[in-house]
């Protein structure tokens, strides 16, 4: 992934009408890019329809937000990762903060999501954060390192090397709370210290993506934090200049 990574994670918002209209929109106002990597992900439903939309735009990829860990069977509701690999998907969220604070998503099932992704060659972009309340107990560093290392466990050296990662604090997620550049760099650089000390030089390679609250007016601050290598955006990610404004950064 050429960095930076500008990822936009559009949650339950777009459905296949609006998807479509949102990539003629953007793609009239945004031209391919060689230095940085643009990737959408639109709701599961929307996929195939951003996907086609897409066709001749090989400049941005696009994922899905979840995918179940099977990859197929009785799982009424889920989608697989066969399934998103068929739709055209290339990338997926794992372990975004809503997936684990509002459906009660585990450490152990993003590893089986990252798992998952690998065995159907997408490429996970796991996500990792604290509550405000750890980060008041000081625990930030803890719980942002055992959720990357638990959600890495199942993964090839060769996967790692070539995913991403989101550090996503929980209370920067659509409160108009960010972390500072400063705040969001000394997490970013125990990030890369633990990727390293899983698959060694590689990790210098690694994607570490910023979310929570990113904005037109605070994406450049972030992105020049060191160790801040790309931007996962949700509601700024919604309006197309917006969005155009700060894959341009
Ligand atoms: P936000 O969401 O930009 O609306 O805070 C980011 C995310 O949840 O990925």
Redesign the pocket.
């Known amino acids: 992934m050429q960095r930076p990574v500008f990822?936009a994670?559009w949650?339950m918002n777009h459905g296949p009408s609006a998807a479509r209209a949102f990539v003629a929109e953007f793609t009239a106002k945004w031209s391919p890019h060689a230095d940085r990597t643009v990737l959408l992900f639109p709701p599961a439903l929307s996929v195939s329809t951003v996907v086609e939309a897409l066709s001749s735009r090989s400049d941005i990829g696009v994922g899905v937000q979840n995918i179940w860990t099977e990859d197929r069977g009785a799982f009424t509701g889920e989608n697989s990762a066969p399934m998103a690999r068929d739709a055209g998907a290339r990338f997926v969220?794992v372990g975004?903060?809503?997936r684990r604070h509002v459906f009660g998503e585990t450490d152990e099932q993003a590893a089986l999501k990252c798992a998952a992704a690998e065995r159907s060659q997408l490429t996970p972009i796991l996500?990792v954060g604290e509550l405000l309340e750890q980060r008041q107990a000081g625990e930030t560093e803890s719980v942002v390192l055992r959720q990357l290392k638990a959600g890495l466990a199942k993964l090839s050296s060769a996967a790692i090397g070539s995913m991403a990662v989101?550090y996503?604090p929980v209370w920067?997620?659509?409160?108009?709370k960010?972390a500072t550049p400063g705040d969001a760099s000394v997490v970013h650089a125990e990030i890369r210290k633990a990727l390293e000390t899983r698959v060694g030089a590689a990790a210098g390679a690694i994607p570490i993506l910023y979310?929570?609250?990113?904005?037109t007016g605070n994406a450049a601050a972030l992105l020049a934090a060191k160790n801040v290598d790309g931007l996962?955006?949700?509601?700024?990610?919604l309006k197309v200049d917006d969005w155009a404004l700060i894959c341009g950064t």
């Open positions: 990822a994670n949650k969220l975004h903060s809503e996500c989101a996503e920067a997620i659509g409160t108009g960010t979310g929570g609250s990113v904005s996962l955006v949700g509601g700024a990610s």
